[in-house]
Each structure stands twice: as structure tokens, then as C-alpha cells.
């Protein structure tokens, strides 16, 4: 059983030799009674009685060195009343005989009555002997008495120097030297501090101290506690050799004389019944079968979680203990970033923005027109556009439902909008079939040809259709016939550019302005014989093969005005047909409106007042706020211009000076070319075809960037609004959570590449919506929002479509989902608990009101002036 004994808990020499036998006897007794107590157990009930005995020796242990802590003190007490006696019996002996020598002259009273506050006779009883120093000269005794009263009552005055720094003199400055023959231990002068944030960290930090004769542990422990940032509450000086130092105990006596100066700064541990773990290991078994390594029975782990307390059990879980210990920051910096000017600055741009998206793209009539123009052509009962699959249904959309909509005046179309200009026919066709346009001729007879696919530089069909040409020989210019185009001829794509026509994007490909056109003016005065003569031309386009294998493309284009709502629509139908004998129907209807059109000066008027109100905002952004943020930024500790810059504020207040001025550049520059000449363009319509794509696309993309700022100032606008608590909670956390997940983000994304990929080979040949690699994206983005539409499920592929949904439900919704929620739910309690745990705590009162709404000057006239009351009091304040 000695074996099984700790080291011991204190190595001080000055511990007290009886309480040391004493508790050697008590050892010896008790070991024998465990010896017997041994024999015939097993294992298991010995090494439970092992722990029994090593619990009831350290609170032995423990008790005793609390014992020696209260000697030790009493010790000290003792001997500091007996000094403090015997000073007094030799202070009274001393003025006994004074007060007998100035009897004897003067019969009573003197210096010492006034020292000690009262007559000699009654303030000091007589000396049993007589002092030899009464025979001395009686001036010599009196000046001695007084210089020891006066030196041990009155305070020792320090001088200064004409700056105010105290002088030392040199007996100050002196180190007392302790002599090492009075028994006393060695002198030490420097100790050395290591600091441990926990008992089971492994960073260790160093710090030596100067130390007096006088400086006690307390003193050391608080200023070390001060120096690292900790409470001192909760951390206690150790020696190296594993005992606690007292607080009142002198640095002097703390080591042995072979003991290093050095003491271990780490936190309290509460009290344990059991012994630690790694004491637990150091003292079994080295050899056999109760080795370190073996596992420890389940009864003793139980034990030993029971017996954990709250404090260990934090410290083992990763994140917990600093979660738990987490105080308010009481975090207000962001505030200081907040002035009222500048919520008056996006405010008013908020509203602007608004009111210009309003005016140029009215959110109901722009949809009811379209929808209105769209569906005479796409939703007629005759032949709907979308339903097209072949040629002959193609031929038979063109010679019936177009003119009935676009030349009979009392049409669905023509009874509510106007349709000025020209309606143009566009075909576009690829060369002549031959051996070498086919992918892998060397394989081939030479007797079969192939078309080109597709319809590109290189491949077009240029020749001129000799049976249209003598057909359309008379007709050019006849009942509202163009006589600028002919659709025998083909036109090069430089001059369709001409008419104002762009490239469009089909289904298969891209089609430039190229090909064979004929042009019918829907202003002709005589609407039957345009009719006539279109239908009748169009018979003979069917007739003369104008649409026929080569084909690849037929558009319909046109442009109508509905003066209800001051809009204008531009109409593209596309007939697209690949050499796989389908037909393939695309179609963009859009409304527009042009913001300096002659028909509409109070619009342009309202604009370019908003404009320039705007672009003044803007302005004051940047030569205000930008500033503003950046200096604020710069005075907040751990802020840095370019970090503010780069971050979300600064990057939107740069987005939104950039993306207004590209508007007012592009609006006055580029667009203000199209308005100053609204007679030419009026003149056009009239006289030929003009397509305004190039009007449609500068309004979509001045919408798009009016959208976009508007976007901007909401964000930044939501940003101003961190005034309140909970909105600065919301903020932050979706900020932090942001930054939380970018890592996160980076390994989503290929994996959900993965995904389209996957998703693009299953279905991209069966399902439209797959059918190329951005729509098959959508498609899967669509899925991941909820859309059971986007979910085809093809009969072949069936299997493989249930693994892939399966893989995108988990790897989604119980992955990432999960993992974002998770991560948002952690920052917001993180954040709510040290930046607004109390809400009361950051109320706002009538002096912050003050301060933040008015200037520095008028603030302060406010609080001195009229309200001086709702001035916060100072610590100052409190103590007067």
C-alpha cells in the first residue's frame, strides 16, 4: 500500500514537525488495516478499494495542509503580538523613568503628557526598576523619546521635483539584503510565471517578476492575473513541485533551498472524490495484465462521469466552454457608421428609382399588352403558332392567320393598337446538297448528298430564286408590296443591318440579319387588296418551294403602337427547321417605351427632372458618404480602408456611383441620338421597314440597370436600418454565416456541376428543358426550389432518374440545407448573446436621440442649454 501513495501535496520546511508525526502514524495504521482488508479480494475489489483509498487520502492530505495554512497564520499572529508587546513594555519603561525625572523638578507634566494626550501620572504606571538611562542627562533621554514617537507616528514626507516625479533618496533605493546565516533560506529576488489557460493545454506562456523581501503571493498573482487578462478569481499560484501557494505567504518563503524560483499560474479546479486521470495512470501497472494501455473497466468510467463536473465536461467539447462564457460586447461601432444625412441620400434614390421603373416599364399594362398582341397570333383557333410542327402547317399559319390579324382593320389585333410600318417575311436557307457538306464523306458513296445543319458563315444559300423572280416581276410596289425588297434575292447580313435588324437566338442557333425577305406595308390604304395580294403570294412562295428542305429559319417580324398605354410592342416569330423534318416555334413578344418619344414630352420632361435630382444623390455618395464610411472605418479598432472598400458597404456605395452614371451616360448620350430625330424614325416607318431591336434593347438594358441600382440602394438601405437591435442581429448573422460557408460554397459548387452534367446526359436528347447544358442548370435549380414540373422522368430512363434524385435529395436538402441552417442557427446565438443579449440595454434615451440627429455644436448647446438633465451620469458624478 506505500506503493500506491501520490506524491505529496506541499514541500515547505516551515510545516509544523508535530502535525507531520502525527499523520505519519495515522499512515502506518491505516495501511495495515488495508493490508488486511486485501487479502481474499480480487481484482476488480481491489482496485476499487485502491481508489476508495486514494480518495480518502487526498482529503486527508487536503485537510492537513489547510491545518498547517491556519498554524502558520496563527504563528505569525502570535509572534507579531509578542513583538508588538514587548515594544510597548520597553516604550512604557522608557517614559516611566521620564516622568519620574521631570516629578522630581518640576512636581508633574511635560513633553510626554502633550505625546501621549494626557498628564504623565495618569497616562504610564510606574516602572518596577528604575531605568539606567535616568541617571543620563535628562535634555538627551527627552529628545530620544521624541524622535522615536515622531518617527513612528508621523508619515515620512516625499519629495518631488519641478515636474512632478517623485524623488528616492538612496537609502530608498537600497536593496535589503537577507542574511543567509539567519536560517532563513535562500534570497530571492526574480521568479520566474508560467501561465496555463487549462490544465489540459499545451501552450504555455512565460513572464519573470522582480520581487522584494515583502511581496507576498496575493501580490503576484493579481498583477500576473492583470498582465494576461484573466480573473484572478479563478486562477491560483502551484509550485513546480505540485503545492498551492497561500496568498498571504511571502514570496521568501515559498521555495526550498534546492526548490527553483518558479510557480505555475493556472486556473482552480474544484474539488474531486476521484483521482485524476493521469495520476490514475501514472500508478498502475507498468507490466502484466492491469497495464497503462488496457481499457478501463466500465463501472470506474461511469464513476468518473458521474463525479465530472460541469466545468470539465465543457472544456472536452469543442466550442463549448467559449459559447457558455460569452458576455456582451456591447457591440455599438456600427453605429458611428449611421448618420441621418445619409439615410435622407438613399431614401430619396429609393424613391426616385421606384418612381422611374414605374414610369418606364408599368408592371400591369406592360403584361396586358403584350399578352394581348401575343395571343391573336399564338392562341388562334385556326392555327396556333405554338403548335406548329411541319411545313405545311407553317404555310398555312402564314396565308391565314396573319393577314387576318395584321390587314383586315377590324381585327382582334388592329381594333385596339395601331400597327404602323411594315410587316417583313424573312427566309433563311442553306446551300445545295452535296457529298462533301457530309460529316464522314470518305465513307460514303458518291451518290449521296447531305445539307448543312446548320445555318451559319459558310453555308448560306445564296443563288437567286429564279421562279419567284419572274413571278414578282409586276408585283413590286403593287397593293402595298415593297419595292425595296424582293424575295427572289438574297440580302447579305450588312444590309439588313441597315433596316435596323440584329441578330436572334433560336432554339438550335444563332441567325443573323441575312436572307430572302419581302416586306408588306400595313398602312396601305386599301387593306382587301393587301390581303388579296398577300395571301395570293403566299400561295405562290408554297407553289415555287420558297420553304423547302434547305430552309433553316422563316421570321415574321413586326412593330405596333397601343395608344392606351403608351406603349410600343415589337413582335418576332420564329419558325425554325432543322434537317429532321420538325418544326421548332420560338417567339418574343416585348413592350418598350421610348423615354424622349415626340408622342410623350410630359415623360421625358418627368424623367430628366428625376434624373438630375438623382445624379446629385449620386454625387453626394461620393463625396460624402464614401469619405465619411472610409474615415469611420479607418477610427474603428480592427477597421481598414481597403477592407471597408472591399467589403459589402463600400463595394455597394461604388456599384451604385458606377452603375447610375453608365444609366445617364447611356440615357442621354446614346438614347437622346434615337430622340432627337423622332420625325426621321416616324418617316421610316411609313416609307419601309425599320426593326427597332436597337430601341427594344437599350430599354431592356436601361430597365435591367435601373433594377440593379434599385437592388443596391435597398441593400444599403437595409444596412442604415442596423439602428434597430434586431435588424442588426439579422444582418449580422447572415453576414458572419456568409463568411462561415464560402469554403463551404466552393466545394458545393463542383459537386453541383456534377449534378447538371449528370442530369444533362440523362435527359438532354428526351426533355426539352435539358437540352443544353445552362437550360439543364436551371432545371436542377429549379428542383432544388420545389418545382415537381422541372422532374421528368422518362420511361427508359426511369431507374437512373430515381438514383439521381435520391443522390440530389441527400446531398441537398439533408447536407447542405441542414448545414446552412445549422451554421445560421450558431451565429445567431452567438451573436445575439454578445451583441444584444439584453435589448433593454441598448434603448436608445433622448440624449442619444439628441447626439446622433444633430451636429456636434447644436447637440451640445442642447444638452447644456435646454436639457441638461438627460445627460447620462458619470462614474465621476456618482462619487460627487
Known amino acids: 500500500s506505500s506503493g500506491l501513495r501520490g506524491p505529496p501535496v506541499s514541500h515547505r520546511s516551515d510545516r509544523h514537525p508535530g502535525v507531520d508525526a502525527k499523520s505519519g502514524a495515522m499512515d502506518g495504521g491505516h495501511d495495515d488495516e488495508i493490508d488486511k482488508e486485501l487479502e481474499g479480494l480480487d481484482i476488480a475489489k481491489i482496485r476499487d478499494k485502491i481508489y476508495t483509498v486514494q480518495a480518502d487520502q487526498e482529503r486527508q492530505t487536503e485537510n492537513i495542509e489547510r491545518l498547517q495554512e491556519k498554524l502558520k497564520a496563527l504563528n505569525y499572529e502570535l509572534a507579531a503580538r509578542k513583538e508588538e508587546a514587548e515594544r510597548q513594555k520597553r516604550l512604557q519603561q522608557r517614559a516611566a523613568s521620564v516622568q519620574q525625572s521631570n516629578a522630581q523638578e518640576s512636581g508633574g507634566g511635560g513633553i510626554l503628557a502633550t505625546l501621549f494626550g494626557g498628564s504623565a501620572g495618569s497616562a504610564i504606571q510606574p516602572a518596577s526598576s528604575a531605568d539606567p538611562a535616568a541617571d543620563g542627562d535628562e535634555e538627551e533621554i527627552t529628545r530620544r523619546a521624541v524622535e522615536e514617537q515622531l518617527t513612528m507616528w508621523m508619515p515620512e514626507r516625499k519629495a518631488h521635483n519641478e515636474f512632478g516625479v517623485r524623488k528616492f533618496t538612496e537609502r530608498e533605493l537600497m536593496v535589503e539584503r537577507v542574511d543567509r546565516a539567519d536560517g532563513e533560506g535562500k534570497s530571492v529576488d526574480t521568479v520566474l510565471i508560467t501561465y496555463l489557460s487549462s490544465e489540459r493545454s499545451d501552450d504555455k506562456f512565460h513572464l519573470s517578476y522582480r520581487v522584494g523581501r515583502n511581496t507576498t503571493s496575493k501580490m503576484l498573482r493579481e498583477d500576473s492575473c492583470r498582465y494576461w487578462g484573466i480573473s484572478e478569481v479563478e486562477y491560483i499560484l502551484w509550485t513546480v513541485s505540485g503545492a498551492k501557494v497561500a496568498d498571504d505567504m511571502r514570496i521568501q518563503n515559498c521555495f526550498l533551498d534546492t526548490e527553483p524560483a518558479h510557480l505555475i499560474l493556472k486556473p482552480k479546479v474544484p474539488k474531486k472524490t476521484v483521482a485524476p486521470e493521469k495520476i490514475l495512470m501514472e500508478i498502475r501497472e507498468k507490466k502484466g495484465r492491469n497495464k497503462r494501455g488496457q481499457k478501463k473497466p466500465q463501472a470506474q468510467v461511469a464513476q468518473m462521469q458521474e463525479t465530472e463536473s460541469i466545468f470539465e465536461h465543457m472544456a472536452k467539447i469543442p466550442g463549448v466552454w467559449k459559447f457558455m462564457t460569452q458576455r456582451d460586447l456591447k457591440a455599438v461601432e456600427h453605429i458611428q457608421m449611421i448618420r441621418p444625412l445619409s439615410i435622407c441620400i438613399y431614401s430619396l434614390i429609393l424613391i426616385l428609382t421606384a418612381i422611374t421603373m414605374g414610369l418606364l416599364k408599368p408592371p400591369v399594362e406592360g403584361y396586358t399588352c403584350r399578352l394581348g398582341v401575343q395571343e391573336t397570333l399564338n392562341a388562334n383557333p385556326q392555327q396556333p403558332f405554338d403548335k406548329i410542327r411541319s411545313t405545311h402547317e407553317a404555310w398555312t399559319w402564314l396565308s391565314s392567320v396573319v393577314p387576318r390579324q395584321l390587314f383586315i382593320n377590324n381585327s382582334d389585333l388592329r381594333s385596339s393598337n395601331y400597327v404602323p410600318g411594315w410587316v417583313r417575311i424573312r427566309m433563311q436557307q442553306v446551300r445545295k446538297p452535296a457529298r462533301e457538306h457530309c460529316p464522314n464523306a470518305e465513307f460514303l ?105 434547305r430552309t433553316r429559319a422563316v421570321h415574321v417580324t413586326f412593330t405596333v403602337f397601343n395608344g392606351n398605354y403608351d406603349l410600343w410592342v415589337l413582335n418576332w416569330f420564329l419558325m425554325e427547321m432543322p434537317p429532321t423534318g420538325l418544326v421548332v416555334t420560338t417567339r418574343d413578344v416585348d413592350t418598350f417605351r421610348p423615354e424622349h418619344d415626340v408622342e410623350n414630352p410630359q415623360l421625358h420632361e418627368s424623367l430628366q427632372i428625376i434624373d438630375s435630382v438623382r445624379l446629385i444623390l449620386v454625387f453626394g455618395i461620393l463625396v460624402y458618404q464614401i469619405p465619411f464610411d472610409v474615415y469611420t472605418a479607418s477610427k474603428i479598432p480592427g477597421g481598414s480602408v481597403c477592407r471597408h472598400l472591399l467589403g459589402p458597404l463600400g463595394g455597394c456605395d461604388i456599384s451604385i456611383v458606377c452603375v447610375y452614371l453608365t444609366i445617364y451616360i447611356m440615357r442621354w448620350l446614346y438614347t437622346v441620338s434615337i430622340g432627337d430625330e423622332p420625325l426621321v424614325r416616324s418617316r421610316r416607318l411609313s416609307e419601309s421597314y425599320w426593326d427597332e431591336i436597337s430601341s427594344l434593347t437599350a430599354y431592356r438594358l436601361n430597365i435591367l440597370l435601373e433594377a440593379f441600382v434599385l437592388m443596391l440602394v435597398v441593400f444599403r438601405f437595409g444596412y442604415l436600418m442596423r439602428l434597430n437591435r434586431y435588424v442588426y442581429l439579422i444582418c449580422a448573422t447572415i453576414q458572419r454565416s456568409i463568411y462561415r460557408c464560402f469554403r463551404f460554397f466552393l466545394v458545393f459548387t463542383p459537386i453541383l ?69 445549422a451554421v445560421l442557427v450558431q451565429e445567431y446565438q452567438k451573436i445575439r448573446v454578445s451583441s444584444g443579449y439584453d435589448p433593454k440595454d441598448y434603448r436608445w434615451t433622448e440624449y442619444n436621440y439628441v447626439n446622433w440627429f444633430l451636429p456636434e455644436t447644436l447637440a451640445r448647446l442642447y444638452v447644456s442649454k435646454l436639457r441638461p438633465s438627460i445627460k447620462p451620469k458619470t462614474a465621476e458624478d456618482e462619487d460627487d
Open 445 to 549: 458513296s458518291e451518290s449521296i448528298a447531305c445539307y448543312d445543319q446548320r445555318y451559319i458563315d459558310g453555308t448560306h444559300g445564296t443563288e437567286d430564286l429564279e421562279g419567284i423572280r419572274q413571278y414578282w416581276t409586276d408585283k413590286a410596289g403593287v397593293d402595298g408590296r415593297s419595292n425595296s425588297t424582293f424575295p427572289w434575292k438574297y440580302r447579305t447580313d450588312k444590309e439588313g443591318r441597315e433596316d435596323g435588324m440584329a441578330p436572334r437566338s433560336g432554339v438550335y442557333q444563332d441567325f443573323d440579319a441575312s436572307g430572302y425577305a419581302v416586306d408588306y406595308n400595313m398602312q396601305h390604304g386599301n387593306s382587301t387588296a393587301l390581303d388579296a395580294a398577300y395571301v395570293k403570294d403566299m400561295l405562290k412562295f408554297r407553289e415555287a418551294g420558297w420553304i423547302n428542305d
Open 753 to 821: 456541376v456534377g449534378f447538371v452534367v449528370v442530369a444533362h446526359a440523362l435527359w438532354g436528347v428526351l426533355v426539352p428543358e435539358y437540352r443544353t447544358f445552362w437550360s439543364s442548370a436551371t432545371s436542377v435549380i429549379m428542383i432544388l426550389l420545389g418545382d415537381l414540373s422541372a422532374i421528368r422522368i422518362v420511361q427508359s430512363e426511369k431507374p437512373w432518374a430515381t438514383v439521381f434524385l435520391v443522390l440530389l435529395y441527400v446531398f441537398v436538402v439533408l447536407f447542405f440545407i441542414n448545414t446552412w441552417v
